[in-house]
Structure formats: structure tokens, C-alpha cells
């Protein structure tokens, strides 16, 4: 089992950036696939991005492809992801996700482990 806790998001007016980090804690993190969903009230978590154990398989929603970029670094159990170019739009919660010994996917029914997340607010 692993522990996620994810930090650094915040209030940013549109056009600037975030990083948010993911720290794990527990069993060994880089077999973990990893995942960032995100989560507005009354709507369903959506799937915002994706990694392997290694980092060699990537996968991005289409609406951040280009301004959002995901990372691991498996030595600081942390993933990260730098967002650019914030829209209002991004605003949401955001969810940290974690996939035992498994491939990266979109879909949120395939992490068993979650954080507790953090909330980026876009300004217009």
C-alpha cells in the first residue's frame, strides 16, 4: 500500500503557472504507475495525466496537452506536474493516483490509491 500527499496548489491569475507535487509514502514507489485527475464540484474526477514506473510512457488529456508536463523522480518518491499557461478552466481539485505494478491509463477506475488533494484556483 502507499500513502500520497500532494502540496503546492493555490491561487494564480490566468496565463501563470503551478508545479504540484505528489510525495509517497509505503511500498516501493517506482513500481507505481502514476496519475493527476482533477475534480469541480457536481462533476465526475476526469482524467488530466499519466506515467509509467520509468517515465517512458506518457499520456496527457487533450485539453493540457502542451501546457501541462508530467514527472517522476522515483529517487524522491514524488511525481510533479508543472502547469503553464493556466486557464479558468483548470480550476479544480487536484488528485494525485497510484497504480500497483501496472501500465499508466486514463481511467480513474484503474487507481487504487489516491491523495487527498490539492485545490488550484484560475483567475479571469
Known amino acids: 500500500q502507499v500513502q500520497l500527499v500532494e502540496s503546492g496548489g493555490g491561487l494564480v491569475q490566468a496565463g501563470g503557472s503551478l508545479r504540484l507535487s505528489c510525495a509517497a509514502a509505503?511500498?516501493?514507489?517506482?513500481?507505481?504507475?502514476m496519475g493527476w485527475f482533477r475534480q469541480t464540484p457536481g462533476k465526475e474526477r476526469e482524467f488530466v495525466a499519466s506515467?509509467?514506473?520509468?517515465?517512458?510512457?506518457?499520456y496527457y488529456a487533450d485539453s493540457v496537452k502542451g501546457r501541462f508536463t508530467i514527472s517522476r523522480d522515483n529517487a524522491k518518491n514524488t511525481v510533479y506536474l508543472q502547469m503553464n499557461s493556466l486557464k479558468p478552466e483548470d480550476t479544480a481539485a487536484y488528485y494525485c493516483?497510484?497504480?500497483?505494478?501496472?501500465?499508466?491509463?486514463?481511467?480513474?477506475?484503474?487507481?487504487?490509491?489516491w491523495g487527498q488533494g490539492t485545490q488550484v484556483t484560475v483567475s479571469s
Open positions: 493516483a497510484g497504480r500497483w505494478v501496472g501500465q499508466p491509463t486514463m481511467s480513474r477506475d484503474d487507481y487504487a490509491y
Open positions: 509505503g511500498r516501493t514507489f517506482s513500481s507505481y504507475a
Open positions: 506515467i509509467s514506473w520509468s517515465g517512458g510512457i506518457i
